[in-house]
């Protein structure tokens, strides 16, 4: 079992930055953790992710060069960084995990690989 809670959520203002947390409890080093968001009106996308170990990462084309995603296993918690923010980043954004991934090598795009999610933050962005 992996409770997950995220936290760095807030109001920022365009080209700003901001980094997100999101720490797990229970089993962690074998995890693949990503992140997901939400804006109001659409579906979650995927916008980036680890595999359990850091080698592999993935992030959504349109915001790669924008975003960060790192992990520390002896804290149990992953972050992810975001800069040049902009109003369409605006969103709730979600940590998510896969306790037994298929492939350890691997960070899935799909939210049906992921078993554990947080409760969201919310993430807005200023003009």
Request: charged share 20%; hydrophobic share 30%.
């Amino acid at each position: 079992q992996v409770q997950l809670v995220e936290s760095g959520g807030g109001l920022v203002q365009a080209g700003g930055s901001l980094r997100l947390s999101c720490a797990a409890s229970g089993r962690f080093n074998w995890l693949t953790m990503t992140w997901f968001r939400q804006a109001r009106g659409k579906g979650r996308e995927f916008i980036g992710g680890s595999n359990w170990n850091g080698a592999t990462k993935r992030y959504l084309d349109s915001l790669k060069g924008r975003l960060t995603i790192s992990r520390d296993n002896t804290k149990n918690t992953m972050y992810l960084q975001m800069t040049s923010l902009k109003p369409e980043d605006t969103a709730v954004y979600y940590c998510a995990a896969d306790l037994n991934p298929t492939d350890r090598d691997d960070v899935p795009l799909s939210r049906d690989a992921y078993d554990y999610w947080g409760q969201g933050t919310q993430v807005t962005v200023s003009t």
